[in-house]
């Protein structure tokens, strides 16, 4: 075993630590669920294993969530993401901006001709274009998890597409407005 294998095992148990956690947690409520129900306790027995579906939910959506901000940020970016009180903030080396999470209409992945993602937030505004290769944007799918209906999954299948252009992955119902989900124009070179 080389020495680099305890850094690469420490640095895979840290990053699927919530998956993991959840996972152990629901096989010991649900374990102790089914030794109750055998020795005759329905009511804790049931409740406990009642926490272990959710315990087993809870595994399910960290892995995807986990899985969506790798697939998503595989190649990195220029710039940094930070998310503080509900608000997002992007600040690249040219593109930048702050979108509250409640100012946000619609959601999309765009695919460049490089092969780069970019998360586009659309509001009444021109859409706030995030890398998905930023640094700090695999916090972004945490932030967007909380919009009503968001579909993690849905996000995860979108970057399963090998073909460039958007993809709208989440809309706000019931707020009409225009919003645009193309990514922004580049800036062009003065010369």
Known sequence: MSAEAP????????????PLVASVIAVLLARAGVLGL????????????????????WAFTAYLRLRLAERAGRKRAAGVLSIQEERIAYFGPEIGGIRALDEIDAVALSRGPDGHWTWLLAGRDEPLAIPAGAE???????????????????????????????????????????????PPEE?????
Not at 39 to 57: D, E, F, H, N, P
Request: charged share 20%.
């Open 187 to 191: 800036p062009q070179a003065r010369g």
């Open 136 to 182: 700090g944007a695999e916090a972004l799918v945490d932030a967007l998890a909380i919009l009503p209906g968001f579909d993690t999954a849905r996000a995860l299948a979108a970057l399963s597409r090998r073909a460039e252009g958007s993809v709208t992955v989440w809309e706000r119902r019931g707020r009409a407005g225009p919003h645009s989900l193309s």
């Open 38 to 57: 055998l020795a005759g306790g329905t009511l804790w027995a049931v409740l406990l294993l009642g926490v272990a579906v959710g315990a087993i939910l």
């Open 7 to 18: 850094n690469s095992l420490l640095t895979a148990l840290r990053r699927y630590a919530e």
